[in-house]
């Protein structure tokens, strides 16, 4: 079995992502032009918003420094914020147990210059055989249908031997469910009941092993 897995809000909190596009780079713009720290937010989140998140241009961080004009280099500014990288305290162990008897990938909407980062100082590399970004691999905005059918193209396999896990309904959950791909949605916040809802990591452990141990009973 390959089980998927989502990576910010999922695997990693989100606090080091917002901390690099609403902290460091209006801190950063800030210095450059002069302006107050809350002035340079404001004007910073406003240039997010011309573009919006059904463009490409808004998960790339080359994009911005560039539009910014900002001196520095993309890793040097991704690392400025590591301090802020943490994990869900289930990970690793759930990682460890079910990478023994499954394959394990990553499908994520960040870019893989993100990815890369996070799961370099994290340690998370050894836990996964394929790591697919919707943004840098497919260049989509988002998880849609389509980024599932693609992955069990480029994987060579059905889309029966794929389980999916993420943080977000629509893209983690329902585009993985219609495109045939069994999924479960990450609530941790306990806002929704169902048999597809899990709390956190360890409870989709439990569901996968039920799936496996059901099977085995036919």
């Known amino acids: ?3 998927s897995f989502d990576l910010d809000g999922t695997l990693v909190k989100m606090d080091y992502v917002d ?10 713009y ?5 302006l107050s720290y809350e002035d340079a937010r404001r004007k910073v989140e406003e240039e997010y918003l011309k573009i919006g998140p059904e463009r490409l241009e808004w998960y790339d ?3 911005w420094i560039r ?7 993309w890793k040097n500014l991704l690392m ?3 301090d802020k990288l943490e994990m869900y305290p289930e990970v ?9 008897e499954n394959e394990l990938i990553i499908i994520s909407n960040a870019a893989n210059e993100f990815i890369e980062i996070e799961m370099e ?3 998370l590399k050894k836990y996964f055989s394929h790591v697919f970004s919707a943004v840098s691999n497919f260049k989509k905005t988002k998880k849609d249908k389509e980024i599932y059918e693609l992955v069990c193209k480029e994987m060579g396999i059905d889309k029966n031997k794929l389980i999916h896990v993420g943080d977000n309904y629509e893209f983690d959950y329902l585009a993985a469910k219609q495109a045939g791909i069994k999924a479960f949605y990450l609530d941790r916040k306990g806002n929704m009941n169902g048999s597809f809802v899990v709390r956190d990591l360890k409870e989709f452990e439990e569901k996968i092993r039920n799936m496996k141990n059901f099977r085995s009973n036919f």
């Open 1 to 3: 079995m390959i089980i």
């Open 67 to 73: 539009k910014f004009k900002l001196d520095i280099d």
């Open 61 to 63: 961080i080359h994009y």
């Open 19 to 28: 901390a690099v596009w609403l902290e460091k780079i209006p801190e950063l």
């Open 92 to 100: 690793k162990e759930v990682l460890e147990s079910l990478g023994k």
């Open 80 to 82: 400025s914020c590591i």
């Open 30 to 34: 800030a210095e450059k032009y002069k």
């Open 121 to 123: 100082v994290l340690g």
